[in-house]
């Protein structure tokens, strides 16, 4: 088999935790920190006693990574480091959130050889940070941006989300007008979802709050028209970048490579194997300082499976999808080819912008055997 190419490491903890958010996490706890530590090294000496890994690109996700602090982070680093070849490293992304950032942090993971920032802003209007619950505000976003800048990153990605309740329109364009002038070099706009188990899909199902899915598509477009205005592409529906600046490790999720999950609730996938780390911190903890894997849940993806990822990811991606992959769904093909779903570009075929409008149901069609 060859070398894995791609890792990320899931860090499970938060401030505080926002009332719309559904990822795996817990609130902070830094007793705790010094054995999760200890368990992710572990994990990765498990991984590279079984598999070669050399990494192109890593992702430390959560979570909230800066939450830990910058000598916990040292010392996480400095451990990787220590036990991988990172002769082909080309992108190492940490995701923070603004009120976690300081100049000695962001100095410390610039010098370990972090070279690009994900931090999530979400908003640049007080009151609707109010509403999603975040920790910081609008100028100390500001200035961790700044902060980010002077540590010497130049490749920074920020969070932002649209159809928050009670967000207008204007709000929205300004927003989005704030952070072109800022020059980010990446931009990921999410459409908010609400997500079960969380405080605001609580609300959603009382009735506190709706989804309008006109509204979310009259965002996205502006979305779209603000930001290529900005001089940044949409290269996947809710992904924008400066060229060449795409995020290689989303990348290489979306066009399907193996990649090995690090941390609790941390998926994997090598070949046809999948598996998914427990959901605990303790339970992996537990687990993997005694020697034990922190997979929970194994299967075996068929070929069929795979297809389908490939298509269902793949047709979020501006680059689009080899026709001859979807020849097994031509009929279907065709008529979003004739409906103004889908385009030829090339070789290739990918949504148009009405079709973005709908990908995900569209992307439906292509799950499982093709009729
Ligand atoms: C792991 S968080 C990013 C880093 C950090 N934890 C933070 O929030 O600042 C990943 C991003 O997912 C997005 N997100 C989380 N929950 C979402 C939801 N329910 N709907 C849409 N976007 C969501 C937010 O934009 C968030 O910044
Ligand atoms: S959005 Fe970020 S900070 Fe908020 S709970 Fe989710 S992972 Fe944590």
């Given amino acids: 088999m060859p070398p894995i190419r791609h890792l990320y490491v899931h860090i499970p903890f938060c401030l505080k935790v926002c009332p719309y958010c559904s990822f795996y996490k817990e609130t902070l706890d830094r007793e705790k920190m010094r054995r999760f530590l200890d368990a992710l090294l572990a994990e990765l000496d498990q991984a590279l006693s079984r598999d070669a890994l050399r990494p192109r690109t890593i992702f430390f996700g959560g979570g909230t990574p800066s939450a830990l602090s910058t000598s916990q982070l040292e010392t996480l680093l400095t451990g990787m480091r220590e036990r991988l070849d990172l002769s ?108 079960e188990d969380t405080a605001f899909y609580r609300r959603f199902q009382s009735g506190e709050y709706a989804q309008d899915k006109d509204w979310d598509a009259d965002l996205f477009e502006l979305t779209l028209d603000r930001l290529a205005a900005g001089g940044y592409e949409p290269y996947e529906i809710s992904n924008h970048a400066r060229p060449g600046r795409e995020c290689l490790h989303n990348l290489a999720y979306w066009e399907g490579a193996d990649y090995l999950g690090l941390g609790p609730s941390a998926f994997s996938t090598r070949g046809m194997d999948r598996w998914e780390n427990v959901e605990s911190v303790a339970a992996y903890c537990e687990r993997v300082l005694s020697g034990k894997p922190a997979a929970e849940f194994r299967e075996t993806l068929t070929p069929a499976i795979r297809l389908s990822e490939r298509v269902a990811f793949g047709l979020r991606t501006s680059r689009g999808l080899d026709a001859a992959l979807l020849a097994p769904w031509q009929p279907k093909v065709d008529e979003y080819l004739e409906a103004g779903f889908f385009e030829p570009h090339g070789e290739k075929i990918r949504l148009t912008r009405k079709g973005k409008l709908v990908a995900d149901s569209l992307a439906e069609a292509f799950m499982g055997e093709p009729e």
């Fill in 88 to 195: 082909e490293l080309v992108e190492w992304t940490l995701e923070m959130n603004p009120a976690t950032v300081s100049l000695e942090k962001a100095r410390m993971l610039r010098a370990l050889g972090v070279n690009r920032i994900s931090m999530g802003v979400q908003s640049w209007e007080p009151e609707l940070l109010k509403v999603l619950g975040r920790v910081h505000t609008a100028a100390q976003a500001e200035r961790s941006y700044e902060i980010l800048r002077e540590a010497g990153f130049d490749n920074v990605n920020l969070d932002l989300m649209f159809a928050v309740p009670t967000q207008t329109r204007a709000q929205w364009a300004a927003t989005l007008e704030k952070t072109i002038a800022l020059g980010p070099e990446h931009l990921s706009a999410y459409c908010l979802t609400y997500e």
